[in-house]
């Protein structure tokens, strides 16, 4: 039995599908504190699915998970992901990022599970020195949510070397997109990331779409990002599953496209997939912004055998999809 913390959430929803649908048999433990008890009566119909409702910071809780079911290995999700709000209120990412990791690492190592793959970001990085980033690409985040996943990293590998605990952290860059069929989607309460935000304008009574800054230093002069599909990117956890099965060592790998676009570029292409008019304003840079972020995804093509096949457009329009469903 595979578990699955914040299987209740955008990208941990899209993983749980996947992995039911491949057979597996899952137990997502998540708090609901970001994630939906929606998705989960959704995730049921579609195979072996046991919820546990529970909060990482509490061992007693992750530790019954494995007292009541025979967990060979985890995919970790479960975390606090909004830059902003981390430089605001650190302790609440330390305390549930790390400290949560500290207490599920423990459960682990009581019930001798030692197979975990992470997630982990671009954040981890920070301000980039050169573009596209690859993995040895210094990490130096800027922001308290990075800094808490970078500690999690350093902690996954003294845990390997002391424990033999393996890990495969999967450092995120910007992911898009809902699956196919509009099972689950992207649910974020409040919202931050640009393709939900932009496609909320498109109904009415949405807000114009704020765009934060058009005189930086790129083509257009907006932000440069490199967004990949949630579906591929669910896909390099199943391929990090079966490479820690096959006893891989502890590893790491940049989850992108290895290809940036502008936010006016997806601005437009949120106009083509809607065939509307979008309202927006231009606003000041939001802070923390670094003009381009672009992954270098050679280690995890030529290492996992991934390869991510879906364009933004497609991302846009799986998105605008489940919004309208949503709608
Ligand atoms: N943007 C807007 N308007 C919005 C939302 C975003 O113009 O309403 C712009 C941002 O300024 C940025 C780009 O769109 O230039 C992408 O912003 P997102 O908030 O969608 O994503 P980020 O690149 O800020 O964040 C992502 C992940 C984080 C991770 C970070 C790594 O969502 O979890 O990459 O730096 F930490």
Redesign the pocket.
């Known amino acids: 039995m595979i578990l699955v913390t914040g299987g209740a959430g955008y990208i941990g929803s899209h993983c749980v599908l996947s992995l039911l649908k491949k057979g597996e048999e899952v137990v997502v433990f998540d708090s609901l504190v970001t994630g939906h008890i929606e998705t989960i009566e959704t995730l049921k119909q579609y195979g072996k699915l046991k919820f546990v409702r529970g909060n990482l910071q509490n061992l007693s809780e992750i530790l019954e998970v494995f007292e009541n079911n025979d967990v060979t290995s985890v995919v970790h999700f479960a975390a606090f ?1 909004q ?1 902003g709000e981390s430089v605001k209120d650190p302790q609440k990412y330390y305390y549930n990022n790390v400290y949560g990791t500290l207490n599920l690492l423990n459960a682990m190592l009581q019930h001798n599970v030692k197979k975990i793959v992470f997630s982990s ?3 981890t990085y920070g301000e980039p020195e050169y573009t596209p980033i690859d993995e040895k690409h210094p990490q130096n985040p800027i922001n308290p ?2 800094s808490s996943k970078l500690m999690i990293e350093k902690i996954l590998d003294d845990y390997d070397k002391a424990y033999g605990l393996k890990s495969v952290r999967l450092r995120y ?2 992911v898009a997109g809902a699956d196919s069929e509009s099972i689950v989607g992207e649910w974020h309460d409040p919202e ?3 393709i939900p ?1 932009i496609l909320k304008s498109t109904f009415s009574g949405g807000k114009p ?5 058009d005189d930086y230093d790129t083509k257009d002069g907006t ?1 440069v ?1 490199d967004y990949i599909n949630v579906e591929d990117l669910v896909c390099a956890h199943l391929l990090a599953l079966d490479y820690l099965n096959s006893n891989g060592a502890t590893t790491y790998y940049n989850l992108g496209t290895n290809d940036g676009n502008t ?1 006016k570029e997806v601005f437009s292409s949120c106009e083509l997939v809607t065939g509307k008019d979008i309202p927006v304003e231009i606003k000041a840079r ?1 802070e923390g ?1 670094p003009a381009v ?1 672009v992954a270098d995804n050679s280690k995890a093509k030529k290492e996992l055998g991934w390869s991510p096949e879906k364009t933004l457009e497609q991302s846009i329009k799986s998105a605008y999809a489940w919004e309208v469903k949503r709608h």
Request: glycine residues 8%; contains cysteine; charged residues 10%.
């Open positions: 992901s830059v970001t671009a954040a949510y990075g860059f910007n931050t990331h640009l935000n779409f704020a765009m934060f800054g932000c990002r936010v939001r912004d972020l």
